[in-house]
């Protein structure tokens, strides 16, 4: 059983002159305030900042990052507590889903979620082993103790952490009223949502009919033809960005970008109203979104942000067994230079307007994202994403993009987490790889110790302030 | 002319820290015995354990990694004594065509193929050189005169080898005779079979018809139907598994899965019995094939392998000349997420059938292999194969599949060879590389030296033995 | 301000085992003559022999690489200088230019093109310093001055940067006047041209029907068929030999081969002379005369080589306002193993003739180009190409082609260039990192340093001077 004392150069490469020059990078940015403009944290936490009820709650019964290579292993979903659709019980014994976890903590090994782990246990709970079958129930009782104490509370904790702000992602009839309630607390964390209509463009998922009806209710229009639509989407907006937003987001399985006339728009519209939309008809109707959300940005000035290419709910037992976000979303391949020509051609030129791509597929990084945002002064690149928010992962992003498109037209880093006391560790894990990345140009004399200090700082804080508008 | 009294430190980053670690790795995996779960090695070399007759005989002539290379700079199969499909004379003279091999070593730098020739001429002949133009006929001698010898039959050095198991890879009408005398002579070497259905399976093969018949003799089924089709493949199944097999293996050219109706098994069925099979149908009834095949599968608890993505026989004029297998089999883009949706949807969550998955497309691994099989209990990831086994080959397979799937999701060392003497070589540096990989990890402070030490045995024993049920 | 005296361990890795073998690897080629086979430096250079006018006529004006980084970062193209379709005015105050150039060359740290002028204005220009923005009117004076001199006119230049031979790219119809010039000056600088024919074979570009008046008028035949199209072809081919040419080359969109016969081709040819040629049309076109060209160089011994993959002028306001090459040019996915099929088919068991293919999609590197290269005797790799012409895309094109092609099967290095003064600073990059590739092959025990040094000559001269037959 290993100490997990967590080294001070770890993840950095073992080669002297690297280490200690991306060690020293690393102190100059360590503890920088925490910019998080994107990510899944649940605002209602800050709001209610009620205490954590238990290190199961906590840890792993939110978390598909985690239980889903558990479940990859043959371990059920029930006997780890997550909650079914249909309320079938499942494993209450909280004690017993941490053992569970424990003994099958070796499966996380050279793995980001481990990674995050050994950093939320050593960092935030001073736990000073590695986690294993012996020691599960030891460190769950500290853990369930820390909890309880005021130190521990979800807004104690956001100073903490030394999150300067944090963004949360939020559905197009939201009624924000957590966010709101943070407000009115009088409490100074800053906590902003983002805009992410998906579930009323989304015109053949079996929800959008009443989707459609949540817009009208809360924007007050009475939503009955394309025209009417789009007022409400602009509505929230507004309101959204009355409320401290400066983003929003899309998640599209394809990237296809296109311009209907109005009365194609109001053709499809009016199918999908009467339920006979297809899925030719749903391609371009978000085709055709995307650019009606670009010119909504250059109006409002939020930015606009694209997270493409996932198979979403891929697996069907597990959809309709546990639901939504279960670690069975898949990526697929994904194409962008062909895709986006239609958007760029229209808005790519205009500078005063930020559209933030991800990819699931680096093979789009040095090939088409790189070349795209190394010309056009409207695109920027979002940080690997999701499965490549890993060291390697990070490593392989900056490799591919930065010769074509430098560091300038990248956005820092998103944690992108549904677990609030994943932040840090995630951020400290990129602000190490991006030290390191540095610290190979410098030790190869591409870049010098000064240059490499600012450009560890526009990575871990300003092009991601700047890129946001925060 | 250099030595190849080959550097005990080979293959590791010359990085003292992660070399002194991989190398400790290593010396805990080097001597474990090899488990070669999928291969091409001919059973008959085993049955008859008769002296393999000369050098070229032994390692070139057999082997179409090494042939195509020398093929691509000019110098004609003929001239490498690689028989014709029609009889035409070729090189007959074994020391000629070892002296060619010799004078063109040099385009092997770099190589895989050169790393294992190497580390077969050094640690199985014992050839203190590199082999040269000026050497050629001294190391053609020694290499002879060793094969003459008892220490050099093929029973022998199984045993030498240390070779615990080897599964060949079988056509699905084949009698197995080999292994049945294998199995009778009293020897205690472990040979398996595998069963390989693809000569039944691909409709419009001018073949077809033909292996048809084979397989309905010798299953004692007449196949006038979808139904005895499928009643015979079981059969053989069920016989191979009498002889041992703990796998069947598929070659596709996509990997596209879908369930016919008995109806529309029947009907292209009918049309492939009438010879009017398209290239449409053909793929229909493959991608309905991997779901009989996983299905039964479920039943007799078959291990079932994929290996997808190869144009095999690109090369018209030397297919027609020389045959099958002679170089000139190229990899296509291959997609996984959309095709393996009906075979992972009906049969993905069982988690006591094992699927597992290859791929020549490395695009893959990050962005669909790692996700699905880090999900789906029923999946696990082939190691590194064919063009991409090798240094960095498998070095990028462990970094861009263990971040998402960890190392568990994945079935250790294939070496799939033709060449049974490569075995070791090939076993060898996958052991090495490996040991670098958790070495690098070691040095990042990722995982610790007693991790590693696990992992590494797992990589290079445990979990082959596991996952194919050895 | 750090200095840029350039560090003689610039690019290799720290490690001191790798660092110490490159550089005695690099000092073994680093003044090895230049061998240029493609680039696309303008022969009048050459030709005139003129001064160059300033430092950002000659830098920053004619370099697209340059100007796409700084218009991304929404610097307006005009504020540059860039020069207008329609001749509206542009900046002209080249010393305001030079400013803004320097004001913002942070955005090239880590980029190519910033390592490229490092070493331009440290080894060419004898500047001491990183350009900034203090700095900037010093420099741009220094530079300015050099300029006036004769040690720097075109001529002296060429022979200064160890120029042996330079290969411009040259349109079908050319007269080649500027070659024929420097022919008839009595210099001694071997400076050819090279054939390609894209302006006369994009039947559906709007330009199309006049580059055929074009090609008419100078092969003096008169094209109103596809034979005689092909006979002034073959003509044009034949007057650029006799002017020294040793190759051709296509920029095609995609890669698709394909014979149609002579009436199909008649017919299209027909089409596009009254100009109702469909976009399948030009496809299937374009997809023939690479069969066309494959044969013709049968006949003529010109090396063939493929650009493809590229979509040309995306950006259709840039296109309008200033033209053509100006850093809006955007790859997409490419394939090569099913497209190139029939050409491999036809022309690949040719051993005297060579196909030079290059990518711009990375992918392809391990799954389609290296198996099809490591195959086939006519065809080889062109180096890491555009985007990828970068210190992680060489790495990256050399970890993922050699394994299976070795590198017999490349052709060494081409800098692709408009930037005349940027030759050396690309040859020695590429130097740089070739020789630290082989020096990891070397600390890793693959290769011994006897024979790095000769893959290290091979790389830096031999093949491209053997490929390109110069």
Known sequence: MGKTMLNKYRFFDPDKTIRDIAYNLYLNVKDLPIISPHGHVDPRLLAKNKPFPDPTELIIIPDHYLFRMLYSQGIPMQSLGIPTVDGTEVERD????????????????????????????????????????????????????????????????????NIEVLSTTDGASDNLEYHKQIKESGWNGRVVPCFRPDAVVNITSKNWKLEIDKLGGISGIEITSYKKYIRAIKARREFFKSMGAVSTDQGVYGTYTHR?????????????????????????????????????????????????????????????????????????????????????????NNKDLTIIVFTLDETTYSRELAPLAGHYPALKLGPAW?????????????????????????????????????????????????????????????????????????????????????
Chains 1, 2, 3 share one sequence.
Request: charged share 25%; with cysteine; hydrophobic share 40%.
């Open 94 to 161: 909280h004690k017993k889903i941490w053992q569970i976890f424990a003994d099958n903590f070796y499966l996380f090994r050279g793995t980001p979620t481990g990674m995050w782990l050994e950093h939320e246990l050593a960092e935030v709970f001073c736990i000073q082993e590695k986690l294993n079958s012996q020691n599960a129930m030891n460190i769950y009782d500290s853990i369930q103790e820390q909890l309880q104490s005021k130190e521990f509370l979800p807004r104690v904790l956001f100073n903490r952490l």
């Open 260 to 348: 209907l006339s109005e009365n194609e728009s109001e053709a499809i519209f009016q199918k999908a109203l009467h339920g006979n939309a297809s899925e030719e008809d749903s391609r371009f109707f978000t085709a055709n979104f995307l650019m009606e959300m670009a010119a909504m940005s250059v109006e409002d000035g939020l930015v606009m942000q694209i997270h493409p290419g996932v198979f979403r709910n891929y697996n069907t037992e597990i959809l309709n067994k546990f639901g939504l976000d279960k670690g069975a979303d898949i990526p697929v391949q994904t194409e962008y230079t062909k895709n986006l020509h239609e958007l760029l051609n229209e808005f790519g």
């Open 386 to 470: 999701w499965f490549n928010d890993s060291l390697h992962g990070m490593k392989r992003f900056r490799e591919c993009v930065t010769e074509t498109a430098g560091i300038y037209n990248t956005v820092g880093f998103n944690d992108d987490t549904r677990a609030f006391l994943s932040i840090p560790a995630r951020h400290d894990l990129s602000r190490r790889i991006d030290s390191n990345y540095l610290a190979g140009m410098v030790a190869r004399h591409i870049i010098s110790t000064d240059e490499a200090l600012i450009m560890g700082k526009a990575l871990a804080y300003d092009l991601a302030k700047k890129a946001y508008k925060l």
